[in-house]
């Protein structure tokens, strides 16, 4: 996982190794954890677009059954 490192710029890879030797992990660790934070926060960013989604579904529902009972 360390040879990501040369993958990436130098202030990424300086900044790394500072997280790392900071938190007493490995460069991977650091990594691995960073991605699976960012996974966690799109998974819950889609989540609650699902439930926005589902809102406004109910809300157009709700318009349109009060417009046919204005009409009738």
């Known amino acids: 996982m360390e040879q990501i490192t ?4 130098e202030s990424t890879v300086e900044m790394l190794h500072l997280l790392a030797r900071e938190g ?3 460069i991977g660790t650091v990594v691995q ?3 699976l934070d960012r996974y966690m926060h799109r998974a819950m960013d889609g989540a609650m677009d699902g439930v926005r989604f589902a809102d406004s579904a109910t809300e157009y529902l709700l ?3 009060i417009s046919v009972a204005q009409k009738t």
């Open 6 to 9: 040369l993958l990436l710029s």
């Open 24 to 26: 007493g992990q490995t």
């Open 33 to 35: 954890e960073m991605a």
């Open 63 to 65: 318009d349109a059954e």
